[in-house]
T-cell receptor
């Protein structure tokens, strides 16, 4: 079991640039979640997918954020254009109905 | 919406001491989970609780699912330096979408002093 794999681990980008974060869930897990973690707001759910279909994106901050899950083994979270306030650690997690979340190691995003 | 109150926010303890932290909810959950996050890593599951009143141990860790289904506690006995980290509680209900959506507490930062 390779766990949830996220890339890149660190990303530094300039304000206004497009950023794409990637996630490979655990094989067989049919739910995938994107979280953002900051000191001020803790862990915030951005969006989650069930069987590759977005179920709840009410946590997505604004239209600059978008997420896709083209197949069961891959998801992306895109920010375009990026802003300094987007700086945070972004986590992907996957689960099944009967198994608790497993988190990836996260992507630390810094927008300068 | 559902809210979790986790306390304390931070703790400084001496190595060897026992630790207790808890979470309370404004609504009922049917699952309680406890995670630990080390610096630079994602949260890692420590204990999962699925039944009201359930008491579960994992080594030096013990957690209980409150009988009201609105609270849970985590105890760590005989703390050691590697217990340092942020501990999160999380609760869930099976949603209509069949995804086990979690609500997280704000975390307890634990520091163990030698």
């Amino acid at each position: 079991d390779a766990g949830v794999i996220q890339s890149p681990r660190h990303e530094v980008t300039e304000m206004g640039q497009e950023v794409t974060l990637r996630c490979k869930p655990i094989s067989g897990h049919n739910s995938l979640f994107w979280y953002r973690q900051t000191m001020m707001r803790g862990l915030e759910l951005l969006i989650y997918f069930n069987n590759n279909v977005p179920i709840d994106d009410s946590g997505m901050p604004e239209d600059r954020f978008s997420a896709k899950m083209p197949n069961a083994s891959f998801s992306t979270l895109k920010i375009q254009p990026s802003e300094p306030r987007d700086s945070a650690v972004y986590f992907c997690a996957s689960s099944t109905r009967d198994r608790p979340y497993t988190f990836g190691s996260g992507t630390r995003l810094t927008v300068v | 919406g559902q809210q979790l109150n986790q306390s304390p926010q931070s703790m400084f303890i001496q190595e060897g001491e026992d630790v207790s932290m808890n979470c309370t909810s404004s609504s009922i959950f049917n699952t309680w989970l406890w995670y630990k996050q080390d610096p630079g890593e994602g949260p890692v599951l420590l204990i999962a609780l699925y039944k009201a009143g359930e008491l579960t141990s994992n080594g030096r860790l013990t957690a209980q699912f409150g009988i009201t289904r609105k609270d849970s506690f985590l105890n760590i006995s005989a703390s050691i330096p590697s217990d340092v980290g942020i501990y999160f509680c999380a609760g869930s209900l099976i949603s209509s979408g069949s995804a086990r959506q979690l609500t997280f507490g704000s975390g307890t930062q634990l520091t163990v002093l030698p």
